[in-house]
Every structure is written in structure tokens, then in C-alpha cells.
């Protein structure tokens, strides 16, 4: 599975951003598709998931702000990122889990919130 994101950018504090990640290659096994980020000096963090059937889980920093929505038919996981604060700035990843437990990492895409 190939994963290509995008939609990066930098943005006033209270902003919106739109990222999407599209995925090819052996993409019927695709089970979960979703969002981690990552600052310099930290740890890869969870943001959020969505699975095929549309069940959706976020970070509780994020609840509320961001909302993940899938085309499961197209492949394709969006992230709609509002209010968006300072602390949100980071490199951001889209990831798949596949049914064989395989996981995929798209290349990363930079966010920054400026304040």
C-alpha cells in the first residue's frame, strides 16, 4: 500500500486546514485509515482513526476541532482541522492499518499555526 498525502500549510491560530491522504496498490485490505503527527523531540501521536464502517476516534486534544471522514470506495481519508492552535503545529502522517495487521505510513505533511 502507497499512501500520498497532502494539504499542509501554515495558518493563523483559529484557522481551518484541510489534509488528505489517498492510497494505492493493495488497498482492499485496508482496514483503518488515519491520522498521527509528530513535533520535533516527541513521540509520533494519535490523532484520529476511522475504520470502513465509518466508526471514528480522536485524540481528546483534537475532540471537537477535527473531524476524519473516509471514501472507503476511493481510498481516500481527509482530516478537516478548525480552531486550530499553536500546538497543533506539526508534521503530520496519514496511516493504514490493513487486515493481515500490516501498517502503512504516508510520507509526512507540515502544519503550522501561527499565533
Known amino acids: 500500500v502507497q499512501l500520498q498525502a497532502s494539504g499542509g500549510g501554515l495558518v493563523q491560530a483559529g484557522g481551518s486546514l484541510r489534509l488528505f491522504c489517498a492510497a494505492s496498490?493493495?488497498?482492499?485490505?485496508?482496514?483503518?485509515m488515519g491520522w498521527y503527527r509528530q513535533t520535533p523531540g516527541k513521540q509520533r501521536e494519535f490523532v484520529a482513526i476511522?475504520?470502513?464502517?465509518?466508526?471514528?476516534s480522536y485524540a481528546d486534544s483534537v475532540k471537537g476541532r477535527f473531524t476524519i471522514s473516509r471514501d472507503v470506495a476511493n481510498n481516500t481519508v481527509a482530516l478537516q482541522m478548525d480552531s486550530l492552535k499553536p500546538e497543533d503545529t506539526a508534521l503530520y502522517y496519514c496511516?493504514?492499518?490493513?487486515?493481515?495487521?500490516?501498517?502503512?505510513w504516508g510520507q509526512g505533511t507540515l502544519v503550522t499555526v501561527s499565533s
Open positions: 476511522v475504520n470502513r464502517s465509518g466508526t471514528s
Open positions: 496511516r493504514v492499518l490493513t487486515s493481515l495487521g500490516n501498517i502503512y
Open positions: 496498490g493493495s488497498t482492499s485490505r485496508i482496514n483503518i
